[in-house]
């Protein structure tokens, strides 16, 4: 359903992504793993148009998505959960939320609909928290909001930067059993993690990164025997 | 009794404070761009109004109907088609923008309109005077300050309570990430800016009768509304509202109590907020 092809960025004057080519199937828990600085983020903001390629193809259902501006492009299904979670600090827990519905993806309002209801149902957390300022929350509270969030917009494919970054090893498991769930309601997602040990719980197949280049593409079996890969590009 | 009066001419002077720096805090919270052209279209307001007032009706409402429309449309070109293309390039294209936008303005203003001052008269109830405990107070001072009362609870309620207003709130916290939710923000960005200038407008029409039209007035308030929103906080309404009060009654209340050092007062009261609480009285601890 997602189709990265050969994608070259550019940050400031440096040539960050070489030609990376990525593919995501209907109803997937993908990660990609590498060391910090190699290109991981990079390549979610040029899936999101918060980074425009130079070259390449990225392709959504056979739909162009380069040079379509961030808006345009999560409201074709594509949501996006950053890095460092940038919750809406002065907005109450419940206006964060409306703030997802706002771009909300008209063509895909059947099965994986979100409400925000069903959002406090499944976070009872959030629900108690629900007129709480953002800045409020807990580190881990402020990772299911931001996931929450962007569930808003009911998308069909989800890319979640470093969604365990700075949190406690029981908050991360929360958060990553968090997105299984989320797999699981039929969302598709993307996911780029540090953490290897706890990245290989969750998700179905893996790409490897580095500098700005996928170095390898497989399964958790592949990954588990691939053992060089590991110590080269994943271990420190 | 004295202090009553200097604390009403206080008000008066707020309301207008506000009236312009409401505008400009948002379009600096959510767009990070210090709009040096903020006041001028502020004075063009105030030409405008002169002109509507003079040679075509005395009607103080038909300006104020009229020029906020035409500074919105002003404000939406001049974000679409001078500020949006140098964005990329940064805050100082946009800053050095408004910056030259300022200077066309005033030059401009001053080539149709001349170099001197023009009274704008309000007749009616405007201009009359009312009597509070034994003391005369003219009705149009008020009257800039209830204006600034009714344009605050509007901004308000659109801000507080309306889905724009928390899309506007999210964008002065973080306008990327409201971008990728899906939201058109340079839209919003132009609406915004187009009406903040149509505020500043608005404000321009109230200043007129008061202060008289003058091409220097953008500048005199310039100064003033950029304290405001440094000492209330970046893109903060409420932080606008009380900086404009603390403002206003300061520069009134030190004509009376210290004149020499009344002009530096506003200046005093910034550094010392910005050594205290460098992101303003009611800005986000983070910027």
């Known amino acids: 359903m997602l189709e990265v092809r050969d994608i070259h960025s550019y940050y400031g004057g440096s040539h960050i992504l070489h030609g990376v080519i990525m593919d995501l199937k209907e109803g997937e828990l993908v990660c990609l793993l590498g060391r910090n600085g190699v290109g991981k983020s990079t390549t979610l903001k040029s899936i999101m148009g918060i980074v425009q390629p130079k070259q390449g193809s990225i392709r959504f259902n056979d739909k162009e998505l380069i040079g379509s501006a961030p808006y345009q492009v999560a409201r074709l299904g594509i949501g996006y959960v950053p890095e460092d979670r940038r919750i809406f600090r002065s907005l109450t827990v419940h206006e964060n939320l409306l703030m997802g519905i706002k771009g909300r993806n008209k063509d895909n309002t059947g099965k994986n609909s979100w409400s925000i209801e069903q959002v406090y149902d499944l976070f009872p957390n959030l629900g108690k928290r629900r007129n709480n300022k953002g800045a409020h929350l807990s580190g881990g509270e402020q990772q299911m909001l931001t996931v929450s969030r962007t569930l808003m917009g009911n998308p069909r494919i989800i890319l979640v930067d470093e969604p365990t970054e700075g949190l406690a090893p029981l908050v991360a498991k929360d958060v990553l059993d968090m997105l299984a769930t989320v797999r699981k309601s039929g969302v598709t997602v993307l996911m780029v993690e540090q953490n290897f040990k706890l990245a290989v719980k969750v998700a179905d197949r893996f790409y490897v990164m580095t500098k700005g280049q996928i170095v390898f593409e497989g399964d958790r079996e592949a990954l588990l025997a691939a053992e060089d890969v590991r110590k080269k590009y994943l271990e420190v | 009794m004295e202090i009553l009066i200097f604390f009403l001419h206080g008000l008066g002077y707020a309301g207008l404070l506000f009236l312009v720096s409401a505008g400009l805090t948002l379009i600096f919270g959510m767009m990070n761009i210090l709009n040096f052209a903020h006041a001028a279209m502020y004075m063009l307001g105030a030409y405008l109004s002169y002109s509507i007032m003079n040679h075509f009706t005395g009607q103080l409402w038909i300006s104020l109907l009229i020029c906020p429309v035409a500074l919105f449309i002003i404000g939406a070109l001049v974000q679409r088609f001078l500020l949006r293309p140098v964005h990329k390039l940064g805050h100082v294209h946009e800053l050095l923008m408004t910056f030259g936008l300022a200077y066309i303005i005033t030059e401009l203003v001053q080539w149709y309109w001349g170099n001197y001052p023009l009274a704008v008269n309000v007749d009616g109830v405007l201009n009359s005077t009312v009597h509070v405990i034994g003391l005369t107070y003219p009705v149009y001072r008020i009257f800039i300050f209830l204006c600034a009362i009714v344009v605050g ?135």
Request: charged fraction near 5%; glycine fraction near 12%; proline fraction near 4%.
């Open chain 2, 153 to 287: 609870t509007l901004m308000a309620l659109i801000l507080y309570k309306t889905r724009l207003g928390i899309i506007i709130r999210a964008a002065v916290n973080d306008s990327e990430m409201v971008n990728a939710l899906g939201v058109n923000v340079p839209l919003v960005f132009t609406g915004v800016f187009a009406f903040g200038t149509a505020l500043s407008g608005f404000a321009g029409v109230i200043a007129a009768p008061l202060l008289s039209v003058f091409p220097g007035m953008a500048h005199e308030i310039l100064i003033d509304a950029f304290v405001v929103i440094v000492v209330g906080g970046f893109g903060s309404l409420g932080g606008a509202v009380v900086a404009s009060l603390i403002i206003g009654l300061l520069q009134s209340f030190g004509v009376l109590l210290i004149p020499q050092l009344s002009m530096a007062l506003a200046y005093l009261l910034m550094v010392i907020v910005l050594i205290i609480k460098p992101s303003g009285l009611f800005g986000e601890e983070s910027l």
